[in-house]
């Protein structure tokens, strides 16, 4: 039966989740997949960049090709993990308009985090220089799910202004974009960062990153992902997933 991953609104095994973070810190296992993220190199600009080139602000255009699917690889190994302790879990999507800011069930779990600076609950204004608004907004999530077109452009504003903006908005290791995964939030972003994107493959059958050769590899873990095949997410083997669906948006009390 293929993994289920839910909203964390309604997610119903956060303390298994949580017992399932500890364990993999304490065992070393969250910083190796940490270091998979944060491994650097000097490239031939002169600059550090992300060895995977998984990021478009850091690798330009094949980064922003790769960015989909290499994190789609990624979290498929963190759940991995954290099946080895208890196969019973999935990782949980951060909903983001029916959380609106209150990271239910994730809000007291830091991982590798020492500390967060989270921005402002959806529908606080901004009322003093400097506060992060919330990020999200259900127009913008629907109307990039319902996008029909080019996978460039489309996953480049993805990893925009919605997943930059919950990078910048959660604040702390988060907004460090090689450390972020110190955070176990980092991976509930991702999750619906992939949602989004599986909903998009539906209306969008045909488009896809359209990497090539060893970009096409989704290094580290290139013997068993490339681009091609981890395009479908319900035809993974025993990695196959599915969303369940979003909840209600948050609405918060005048």
């Given at each position: ?7 964390n609104v309604t997610y119903s095994k956060w303390p298994e989740f949580r017992q399932a973070i500890n364990q993999l810190v304490k065992n ?151 450390i972020s995964p110190n955070d176990p939030i980092f991976w509930c972003h991702h999750a619906q960062i992939d949602r989004i994107w599986s ?56």
């Amino acid at each position: 039966m293929a993994i289920i991953r839910e909203s964390n609104v309604t997610y119903s095994k956060w303390p298994e989740f949580r017992q399932a973070i500890n364990q993999l810190v304490k065992n070393g296992t969250y910083k190796n997949l940490v270091d998979i993220h944060a491994n650097m190199s000097m490239f031939p600009d002169g600059l550090r960049h992300g060895v995977h080139r998984m990021h478009g602000n850091m690798a330009g255009i094949v980064g922003y090709r790769r960015f989909l699917p290499w994190h789609r690889a990624y979290l498929i190994a963190f759940e991995r993990e954290l099946r080895n302790i208890d196969n019973t879990l999935s990782i949980p999507y951060w909903d983001w308009d029916a959380d609106g800011g209150r990271l239910i069930g994730i809000s007291g779990v830091l991982g590798l985090s020492s500390q967060r600076d989270i921005g402002l609950l959806a529908g606080q204004p901004v009322t003093v220089p400097n506060q992060r608004p919330w990020f999200s907004n259900p127009a913008t999530v629907q109307m990039m799910e319902r996008y029909t077109g080019d996978y460039y452009p489309w996953s480049r504003e993805l990893e925009g202004p919605l997943h930059g903006g919950g990078h910048n908005w959660v604040g702390g290791d988060m907004a460090n974009p090689m450390i972020s995964p110190n955070d176990p939030i980092f991976w509930c972003h991702h999750a619906q960062i992939d949602r989004i994107w599986s909903v998009w493959q539906n209306n969008n059958p045909n488009e896809k990153a359209y990497l090539t050769g060893a970009e096409a590899l989704l290094d580290p873990w290139d013997t068993e992902y490339n681009n091609d095949n981890i395009q479908d997410i319900s035809a993974l083997g025993q990695d196959s997933y599915s969303y369940g669906p979003t909840q209600p948006v948050f609405n918060p009390t005048p």
